[in-house]
Structure formats: C-alpha cells, structure tokens
C-alpha cells in the first residue's frame, strides 16, 4: 500500500515537474522575446527591417546603427547622436545616487542610533515622500529650481532626485541599522568616537549589502526617468531618456528604426551593467534585517 | 571619600523612578559586583556609571570628579560588553587601538600598548584577524584587551561571561580574577549569577527593584543576608526558609518546627536576643549545608541541635547527595555528603548547625539582628 502511493509520488512528481519547467520556459521566451527583436534589429540594415522579417535572424551584419545612434543620429535639430546626453545622464545619476545614498545612510543612522522624541513621526513623514506622485511636484519644482537659480541644469536634477530619493535610501539603511547592536555605538562613545567617527568607521563599512541596494534602486529609477528630465532639464543638460524620445519621435525624414533599437539598448546598458556587478549582493540587502539573527 | 562614589543616585524614566537613592562607595582596586535578577536596575546603574545613561538626580564622582554629564570618554572609564562588542570590520589590533586613536596617542604608542596587552591576554597571534573569525572565548579576550589598553580608573563590566558556554565561563571568571589581582585595578562588575559575585568580588551589592538589598563582603552577604530576598537569592540550592515559632527552655530561646508527621521539635537559638521574641511567629534560614549527618557536623560548632524526621527525596549529585524534607510545611533541602546513608521515604537524624542559622521578621522579612 505505502509502496504503490510512493510510486504513484514520483510519477506524479515527474509530470507535475515537466510541466512546471515547460512552463518557466514559456515565460523565459516570453520575457526574451523584445531583447531579441531589439538586440537582431539593431545589427541589421534597415531594408531587411522595412522589407518585413523583423523576427528573422539578420543576413547582413552591421554595426552602423550603433554607431550612428551613438555618433550622428539627428537629435531634435542637431545631429549629435545620443553620446553628449549618455554624459549628461551620467553627470546627473552618479552625484545624486551618491548625495541620496549618503543621506538615506545618516538619517537612518540618526533614526536608530540617536533617538530623539518623536522620532518615528519624522521617520513617518520622511517615508512619506515614497509615495507622492510625480506629477503632483512638478509645477511647484520647476518654482523653487527658478527660485534657486537651478532651472535647466544638472544640478537642477541631480537636486530633485536627491530629494525624491531620500524617502527611500532613508527607509532602507533604517531598517537596516535598527537590527545593528547598539552596543557598538556604545563602546565607540567609550572609545571616544564622535558622531562622524562612528558613521565613518564603524557603521557604513559594515553597510555594504544596504548601500548595494540602495545603489541600484536610486541608479536605474534616477537612469530611467523620464518625466523630471523633460520637465526640468534645459538644452545642454537634457538626459538619456528625453533625447531617446527625440530620436525615436522625429517627424521628419525616414524612420530608422535599427538605430531607435540601437539607442534603446544603448540607453538601457548602464542599469544592466549595474544589476550583472552588484545584483547578487541585492537580494541579500532587500532581505538583511527582515529576519533577526 | 572613596575612589569611586555613588552618591545618593536615581535615576526616573519620565515619572516611573527605576533607581531608588543608591549609596555605594568603592575603594581603589575593589572589586564591585552588582548582582540581582534581571530588571533589578544593576546594568541601568552601570551605565550610568559609564555616562551611556544620564543621572536623574543624585552624583556619581570618580576620584572626586563629579561625573553627572560628562562625556563617556572622558570619565576615564573602560567597558566590557555582553556581546563583547568589538568592531566587526576591523582586525583584532585595530579594535584595541581604536580608543587609543581617537584619544589621539601617536601611532608607536599606541602599538606598543597594544603588544603589552595582547602579551598579558595571550592573543598575540590574533592581531590581525577579525572577530568574526573568533571563538568566544577569544573575543571575549580581545574584548577585556580593549578595556585594558587604555589603562583606565575603573573597569566596568556587562554581564561578560554570560554568552560563553558552561565550562569556559568558570576558566575565564578565574582568568578575571587573576586579572584583578595582578593588576589591582577597581572594578565594578555586573552578573545576575550569584556565583560569579560570590567568586570574584571584594565587595557585593545585591539589588532588587531598584533597591539596593545589602552591600557587604560576600562573607556577610552569605552568613548574615538583610532580609530574605538577600538570603534566597545567593547560594544554590537557596536558603531554607521556614515558619516557626519562637519560645523559651529553661530560660533560652528556641524555635519549634513541625515535622513531617506535625510534631514539633525545638531548636536552640545561638543569639540570645531571641528571648525578646518569645511566643512570636519568625521565618527561620538554614543553609542546606548546615544541615547534615551527626559525622559530618560542624566540630568547631558550639550549638548543633538534632532532628529526626523523614527523607521525601535524594537526588545524589557526585560530590554531595541533596535530601529533600517536609519541615515547618515547606520543601527543606539539606545538602549531605555523597556517601551518607540517605534513603527516600526513611526517618534519618539530621545534624543541624544552629549557630549559622538565621531569623526574620515575618512581616518586615528584615533579618532580626543578634
């Protein structure tokens, strides 16, 4: 009796696993299946896109779209390509993911390790900042970015992203120092330690998971934006995303439509770089001080 | 005037007083124990000591430096935690130094101290390893080499031995002693084990809600405790605590107890003051100790009286065979020696030593003085 049911288990088990990876596989091409088609047509010329095929492999393999998307893509009215605003994005992303990151790290460390009354109020209204829509600060920013002489430059951005960022850095090193032992601030105030000196050295070389975290999350939304930088960003400090829309929204001559596919894969690099160096270490992060021990 | 002194110290969290007027002064190169059940207010008072807890009302002065808001580096204090809390990103002589640095002594100094102290704990060959890398006892190590480096006026230590496992608690509670003694620095130290005060202190303060029980040698805290919660809480197996009731024969006080089968039996009194309560209701302490066969009686003792009464349980433990008794209506449990001749449920003589005996008030639960 107990032999038979132990067989029928393992038939079952057979099946039911067949089927799930059957499944998973479904989704992996489901998932793959716009890389593909962007990652084939970027390298081919555009007749083979325009004389239909765009599924198919390419017969001829060039690398011009990628350049001319890089290089000399027609850019709203100048013929630039996407390369002076990959620098534009980059001037902007690496202050303001550093600024936030640093920031959310001292208010959490503040919040945990420095109690004062009312604390968890601030903490509150800090994290309420995670969930205000865009759309709702745009006209009262690009106010205070006239007002502070920021409108249309990076700092402009670097400025708003900081401040929508915090909410968020703020919230992950929080949770993350609240579980750090107390009783190491303690013995680094014996030890004679300052505020600053325990931040440096004892608290954030012990951040790295956290700081993983709040890297790639800051970088790819930051990366990706696209409403703040059409909203704020003037003609020389305009980031990746808006002139990508330029490129691909041009009303005028032909579409190129391997180039477009050529400067979206371009445009999407740098978040993917960073999710291949430092992904394994972001799961850890999202996990560390959700369980205790 | 001592070296170090609490002075009629509170301390209040918003209006619930956890601290009530502590009194304690410490000599240089005592050795303190602060010793009481968890929430007893003993490792509130040791930080307060250390500047991590502020004072409500009251002063705490070392070597006559008030204290009250100073900052905790510069009371010239040193710290040894529970969790040993030792800098997990840096190396074992970084987490020595540390102090050391941000005191900013020069960097020759500050190595040589460091050899100094790692020779004294025997840790020289983990200097450049980090603590996670540790045992227990290691950090442990490290940890006390972190207090010891900076050369400090008093010592405080948090429970230090209270995460190492059975054994190497009793290697390094000698290795703290010896510590002590080498170097005769003043130490105040809090444990919730009585053991561990009764070994290692000169002096004890046994706490209990925010009160200050008894402070004594750890001779007078065992022999004569101040009330019962002093005399239960230190040794193990606990003080006997019993009712009885007290009268006189021919002129001298005794205590009459019921035994197992309700009768009574009269033990003599040492302290001839017990007179005055003659015909009243005590609580009576005996020591398990104190109560053993007529061979292994106290002979140095002036007044052994006997008692016949039933064995309920033995429990041999190796070196000493615990019997359990009904006396006064209470569990009584005498500690004989392995080979005594004890069988459950058999009448047997038992050998009390009266002169250590102890009386309280049964409504005060104070000790009536002799």
């Not at chain 1, 770089?273 to 560390?288: D, H, K, Q, S, T």
């Not at chain 2, 002979?299 to 615990?322: C, L, Q, W, Y």
Request: glycine fraction near 8%.
């Amino acid at each position: 009796m107990s032999i038979a049911t132990q067989d029928t288990a393992i038939r079952t088990g057979r099946v039911m696993r067949t089927l799930i990876y059957l499944v998973l596989l479904l989704f992996v091409l489901f998932y793959m299946l716009p890389l593909y088609v962007m990652v084939v047509n970027s390298v081919k010329p555009l007749e083979e896109i325009t004389g239909g095929g765009m599924m198919n492999l390419p017969q001829v393999f060039t690398l011009e779209p990628w350049a001319k998307a890089w290089s000399s893509a027609q850019i709203g009215v100048e013929p630039t390509g996407l390369s002076p605003y990959f620098w534009n994005s980059i001037k902007m992303v690496v202050p303001a993911v550093a600024i936030s990151t640093v920031l959310g790290a001292l208010n959490g460390y503040v919040l945990t390790k420095w109690r004062f009354k009312y604390d968890t109020i601030v903490f509150g209204l800090i994290l309420f900042a995670c969930f205000i829509p865009f759309q709702i600060v745009l006209i009262p920013m690009a106010k205070m970015l006239g007002l502070m002489g920021l409108a249309g430059t990076t700092w402009g951005l670097v400025l708003v992203h900081v401040v929508y960022g915090v909410g968020f850095t703020t919230l992950y090193f929080r949770n993350y120092y609240a579980v750090f032992p107390t009783e190491l601030i303690r013995a680094a105030q014996i030890d004679g330690a300052g505020f600053f000196q325990i931040f440096w050295r004892i608290l954030l070389p012990s951040s790295g998971p956290i700081a993983v975290v709040s890297i790639i999350w800051q970088f790819t939304n930051i990366w990706n934006d696209f409403l703040f930088g059409a909203s704020f960003a003037g003609a020389d400090s305009q980031p990746m995303t808006v002139a990508l829309n330029n490129l691909v929204q041009a009303s005028h001559g032909v579409k190129e439509y391997n180039v477009h596919f050529a400067g979206a894969i371009l445009a999407a690099l740098p978040t993917l770089l960073v999710y291949i160096v430092a992904g394994r270490y972001f799961v850890r992060g999202l996990m560390a001080g959700s369980v205790k021990g | 005037m001592g070296f170090l002194d609490i002075d009629n110290t509170t301390k209040s969290y918003g209006a619930v007083e956890v601290l009530h007027k502590v009194d304690i002064s410490v000599q240089e190169g005592e050795f303190l124990v602060l010793v009481g059940p968890s929430g007893c207010g003993k490792s509130t008072l040791l930080n307060m000591i250390a500047g991590l807890e502020e004072i409500t009302s009251g002063e705490i002065r070392i070597k006559d430096n008030v204290m009250n808001g100073v900052h905790p580096s510069k009371r010239n204090i040193a710290m040894v935690f529970q969790s040993y809390a030792l800098y997990p990103n840096m190396t074992v002589g970084q987490n020595i130094t540390f102090g050391l640095e941000m005191h900013g002594t020069p960097k020759p100094e500050r190595d040589k101290a460091m050899k100094d102290v790692a020779q004294l704990l025997q840790i020289e060959p983990l200097l450049d390893r980090k603590p996670g890398a540790l045992s227990g006892g290691q950090r442990q190590r490290v940890a006390m080499g972190r207090a010891l480096v900076r050369n400090p006026d008093v010592f405080l230590f948090d429970e230090p031995l209270s995460n190492l496992d059975a054994k190497l608690r009793v290697d390094m509670r000698t290795e703290i002693k010896k510590l002590h003694q080498k170097l005769g620095t003043t130490i105040v130290y809090v444990t919730h084990d009585q053991i561990e005060a009764m070994t290692l202190s000169t002096r004890i303060a046994v706490m209990n809600g925010g009160y200050v029980q008894q402070l004594g040698t750890p001779q007078e805290i065992y022999d004569t405790p101040a009330n019962i919660f002093v005399a239960t809480f230190m040794g193990s197996p606990a003080m006997n605590v019993v009712p009885a009731k007290v009268a006189l024969e021919n002129g001298r006080p005794v205590a009459q107890v019921s035994l197992f089968d309700g009768s009574t039996v009269a033990l003599p009194f040492s302290q001839n003051n017990m007179s005055d309560w003659a015909g009243k209701d005590i609580l009576l302490g005996i020591r398990p100790e104190t109560i053993t066969d007529e061979d292994a009686a106290d002979r140095k003792s002036s007044n052994i009286a006997h008692m016949t009464n039933r064995i309920v349980v033995t429990e041999p433990a190796g070196s000493d065979t615990f019997v359990t008794m009904t006396l006064g209506g209470k569990d009584v449990i005498a500690r004989m020696r392995s080979d005594a001749d004890v069988h459950p449920g058999a009448d047997f003589m038992f050998a009390v030593n009266m002169e250590k005996a102890v009386a309280f008030d049964p409504k005060t639960e104070n000790r009536i003085a002799p």
